[in-house]
């Protein structure tokens, strides 16, 4: 379990506070009027030692970590790996026919009915970088990088509707009110952001992911460790400016009177959500400056603007994921990227086209803009989404693919892993796994290793268990993956 440091934030003296019992009209005007002076100055000099001692500092993990921070490219909706990671040529041979027989016994989809005849893959496929791994021609992007990929084939879920896996990809669970990933390293390690969130979540694509904000929710930790989601057009939180007629040190001086009752009422109900309340006021003031700030591409080179096809004034998935390597530098651990459109039971071809088109180049353009930096050393990225597709058809003529949690392929790349390396294989349909089995357990345990963690160890006591990422059932770290 880690030890949390103490989660109340001072920014006054203990005998400045009394009791809200003995509170009076006279000391309220006295140190909020006159004394607001002092107050703010206090503020000021505390801001570096409520930053080592408050909920957000930074922690020593189990063991030193072979990374620092996390981007989570999560392609919501479930691509399909036949036509993207996983090339079979038997179910492009056998196309059009029904599966072999006891393929589908026992078997559970969410819509196809046992008749469905198989469907083979719709695009060709080659081999790239000198790792020979067999991509997709719909992501040419993603292929130029292919030797710093470490590539899963072979990743297995419990959950075959959206919700329910996007949850269980997130949070270890599939029911709501558990912690996610993101929730999990933060509360783990702190943050090294003074001025942004610790846990940042962007949403492209038609719509917010199916799981809604449980996918990036604290659960049953104090919501500071909460990932909170930025838009990358116009104020990056609603309500983040100032209304007219109030000017910077009018919100100071409002903010240090609110602190300042909260203080008192955190000193006397030691609640952690008040300290979470305190450290919110403060970090969107702080962000009044800050956030503005990391939403300005000025600083950014033409070139680092085309390499990841970002369009300044314009919302898109590429902006996400510049402004994600900009999150990282600033000290935020977390970033997870939702992107809403894949969930193909239609209009296959043209779907993945479109999806493909909005990501592909980004993708790589974050691996590559880091790499560059020496940022990769010490960030994962992680490609995926929260199940796979089916070898047979759904739709008849509309080619779709139906949902599939047998076998699905994930990436990652970054500081520990073996780049260029793939690992897994599912049968000759793509239907089940047949070598280095990767539960979604195993890879949240992979996650915490590269962290620092031992994920049997991170836990916090909750209705009278010891709670964790990787729940109760056995999780085993994927050791071939690790350098």
Same mark, same amino acid.
């Given at each position: 379990?880690?030890?949390?440091?103490?989660?109340?934030?001072?920014?006054?003296?203990?005998?400045?506070?009394?009791?809200?019992?003995?509170?009076?009209?006279?000391?309220?005007?006295?140190?909020?009027?006159?004394?607001?002076?002092? =107050?703010?100055?206090?503020?000021?000099?505390?801001?570096?030692?409520?930053?080592?001692?408050?909920?957000?500092?930074?922690?020593? *993990?189990?063991?030193?970590?072979?990374?620092?921070? %996390?981007? /989570?490219?999560?392609?919501?909706?479930?691509?399909?790996?036949?036509?993207?990671?996983?090339?079979?040529?038997?179910?492009?041979?056998?196309?059009?026919?029904?599966?072999?027989?006891?393929?589908?016994?026992?078997?559970?989809?969410?819509?196809?009915?046992?008749?469905?005849?198989?469907?083979?893959?719709?695009?060709?496929?080659?081999?790239?970088?000198?790792?020979?791994?067999?991509?997709?021609?719909?992501?040419?992007?993603?292929?130029?990088?292919?030797?710093?990929?470490?590539?899963?084939?072979?990743?297995?879920?419990?959950?075959?509707?959206?919700?329910?896996? @996007?949850?269980?990809?997130?949070?270890?669970?599939?029911?709501?009110?558990? *912690? !996610?990933?993101?929730?999990?390293?933060?509360?783990?390690?702190?943050?090294?952001?003074?001025?942004?969130?610790?846990?940042? %979540?962007?949403? !492209?694509?038609?719509?917010?992911?199916?799981?809604?904000?449980?996918?990036?929710?604290?659960?049953?930790?104090?919501? %500071?460790?909460?990932?909170?989601?930025?838009?990358?057009?116009?104020?990056?939180?609603?309500?983040?400016?100032?209304?007219?007629?109030?000017?910077? @040190?009018? @919100?100071?001086?409002?903010?240090?009177?609110?602190?300042?009752?909260?203080?008192?009422?955190?000193?006397?109900?030691?609640?952690?959500?008040?300290?979470?309340?305190?450290?919110?006021?403060?970090?969107?003031?702080?962000?009044?400056?800050?956030?503005?700030?990391?939403?300005?591409?000025?600083?950014?080179?033409?070139?680092?603007?085309?390499?990841?096809?970002?369009? *300044?004034?314009?919302?898109?998935?590429?902006?996400?994921? $510049?402004?994600?390597?900009?999150?990282?530098?600033?000290?935020?651990? /977390?970033?997870?990227?939702?992107?809403?459109?894949?969930? @193909?039971?239609?209009? $296959?071809?043209?779907?993945?086209?479109?999806?493909?088109?909005?990501?592909?180049?980004?993708?790589?353009?974050?691996?590559?803009?880091?790499?560059?930096?020496?940022? $990769?050393?010490?960030?994962?990225?992680?490609?995926?989404?929260?199940?796979?597709?089916?070898?047979?058809?759904?739709?008849?003529?509309?080619?779709?693919?139906?949902?599939?949690?047998?076998?699905?392929?994930?990436?990652?790349?970054?500081?520990?892993?073996?780049?260029?390396?793939?690992?897994?294989?599912?049968?000759?349909?793509? /239907?089940?796994? %047949?070598?280095?089995?990767?539960?979604?357990?195993?890879?949240?345990?992979? =996650?915490?290793?590269?962290?620092?963690?031992?994920?049997?160890?991170?836990?916090?006591?909750?209705?009278? $268990?010891?709670?964790?990422?990787?729940?109760?059932? *056995?999780?085993?770290?994927?050791?071939?993956?690790?350098?």
């Amino acid at each position: 379990m880690v030890t949390q440091p103490n989660t109340m934030v001072h920014s006054m003296r203990n005998d400045q506070l009394i009791s809200a019992s003995a509170t009076s009209r006279r000391w309220f005007l006295k140190e909020c009027g006159v004394g607001l002076g002092a =107050i703010a100055a206090h503020s000021l000099m505390q801001s570096d030692a409520n930053a080592a001692s408050g909920p957000l500092a930074v922690k020593t *993990p189990h063991f030193p970590g072979k990374i620092k921070n %996390v981007i /989570f490219l999560f392609m919501a909706g479930a691509p399909s790996h036949l036509e993207l990671f996983d090339y079979k040529p038997q179910l492009a041979k056998f196309d059009g026919t029904l599966p072999p027989a006891g393929l589908l016994d026992g078997y559970r989809a969410a819509f196809i009915n046992p008749n469905s005849k198989l469907l083979g893959p719709k695009f060709k496929f080659a081999k790239h970088g000198q790792c020979g791994a067999e991509i997709s021609e719909l992501l040419p992007h993603t292929a130029k990088v292919a030797d710093d990929l470490t590539i899963i084939k072979s990743m297995v879920t419990d959950a075959f509707n959206h919700a329910p896996a @996007q949850i269980l990809m997130n949070t270890g669970s599939q029911l709501f009110g558990k *912690p !996610s990933l993101g929730s999990w390293t933060l509360y783990g390690l702190g943050s090294e952001a003074e001025d942004l969130p610790g846990f940042v %979540v962007f949403s !492209s694509g038609r719509k917010g992911p199916s799981g809604g904000n449980s996918n990036w929710g604290s659960g049953f930790l104090p919501t %500071v460790y909460n990932g909170v989601q930025l838009r990358n057009v116009g104020d990056p939180v609603l309500y983040l400016s100032n209304p007219a007629g109030i000017d910077r @040190q009018t @919100q100071r001086q409002t903010l240090d009177a609110i602190g300042a009752l909260n203080q008192q009422h955190l000193d006397r109900m030691n609640d952690p959500e008040i300290a979470t309340r305190i450290n919110s006021y403060e970090m969107a003031f702080r962000m009044q400056a800050s956030a503005p700030e990391l939403m300005d591409l000025s600083s950014e080179t033409q070139e680092t603007l085309d390499l990841y096809g970002v369009e *300044p004034e314009k919302s898109s998935f590429a902006k996400n994921c $510049l402004l994600a390597r900009r999150l990282v530098q600033r000290g935020t651990r /977390f970033v997870q990227l939702f992107h809403e459109a894949w969930d @193909q039971h239609g209009d $296959l071809v043209n779907g993945l086209k479109r999806n493909c088109g909005d990501t592909d180049q980004a993708c790589a353009a974050l691996i590559t803009d880091l790499k560059r930096r020496g940022m $990769l050393d010490e960030t994962l990225v992680i490609w995926g989404g929260e199940f796979g597709r089916t070898p047979m058809v759904q739709g008849g003529g509309d080619n779709g693919r139906d949902h599939h949690p047998n076998a699905f392929t994930m990436w990652m790349a970054g500081g520990g892993l073996k780049p260029g390396l793939t690992i897994g294989q599912s049968d000759e349909f793509g /239907f089940n796994v %047949v070598e280095d089995r990767v539960h979604v357990r195993d890879f949240h345990a992979t =996650i915490l290793h590269l962290l620092g963690f031992d994920h049997a160890r991170l836990s916090v006591k909750f209705q009278g $268990l010891d709670q964790r990422l990787t729940g109760v059932e *056995p999780a085993n770290v994927v050791q071939k993956i690790l350098a």
